[in-house]
């Protein structure tokens, strides 16, 4: 009883501080992100907290510019959400009606790919059926946030939410979906507080192109996305 006991305290200690596994619900993410990627995500990379609130115990910095992030959302606190930071603390943000982003007045560098270039990266073209619209229609950019290296997807012929110039208030983050005509973000809801910041994605550990009917949590081992198992997230 008592090495079980202590086995689930250090199953808890490690979810509370260092790891915990989410799964992707929504497109907002794709590319970089997919559909029923079961990811990973490490809850010390911005400091440690007091369990079960979100009260800092060490504070080891914010993310930077392209960390990928799960947090509360802003519009409701026991929804979590999982964004690519573009804007930091006293910074310039921009989004214009071309698609273009733009951080403290520099355009953000970005290369169009194919999707055969896509598919070495992870991309499963399956998940085009994800996809609103006409997956032809679409185009894919490399995009250079300082460090960050990551994919960006843009409807050309479609409406693009777009962002006036704004500051980020201290203590606050910008974020945005890497699918950038089919996320609601900060464009939407605005600035999210560091305190709802969970923890950095960081691998998907397990990926599949759809669920089973009666368990909707447990991948159907016959649609596994098996290029994705630990794919590093970017």
Request: net charge negative.
């Amino acid at each position: 009883m008592g090495s079980f006991l202590g086995a689930l305290l250090l199953l808890l200690g490690v979810r509370w501080a260092l790891f915990e596994p989410f799964v992707i619900p929504s497109g907002s993410m794709i590319p970089t992100l997919l559909i029923n990627d079961h990811i990973v995500i490490s809850k010390y990379s911005y400091g440690l907290r007091i369990p079960f609130t979100k009260k800092w115990v060490l504070d080891f910095g914010g993310p930077g510019r392209g960390d990928v992030v799960v947090f509360h959302s802003v519009e409701q606190d026991d929804v979590f959400m999982i964004k690519r930071v573009v804007g930091l603390p006293g910074d310039q943000i921009e989004y214009d009606s071309s698609g273009k982003l733009f951080v403290n007045g520099e355009p953000v560098l970005q290369r169009e790919m194919t999707r055969e270039q896509l598919v070495g990266r992870g991309y499963y073209p399956a998940t085009d059926g994800d996809l609103e619209g006409d997956p032809n229609g679409l185009q894919f950019f490399e995009e250079q946030l300082d460090e960050s290296l990551h994919t960006t997807l843009l409807r050309p012929d479609g409406w693009h939410m777009t962002q006036p110039s704004v500051v980020v208030p201290n203590g606050q983050y910008f974020f945005m979906g890497d699918n950038r005509d089919n996320s609601r973000d900060s464009r939407y809801w605005g600035f999210v507080p560091k305190e709802n910041l969970v923890g950095k994605a960081l691998n998907v550990w397990l990926s599949c192109e759809r669920t089973l009917p009666l368990v909707s949590f447990i991948c159907d081992p016959l649609k596994l996305r098996w290029n994705r198992f630990f794919h590093p997230i970017k």
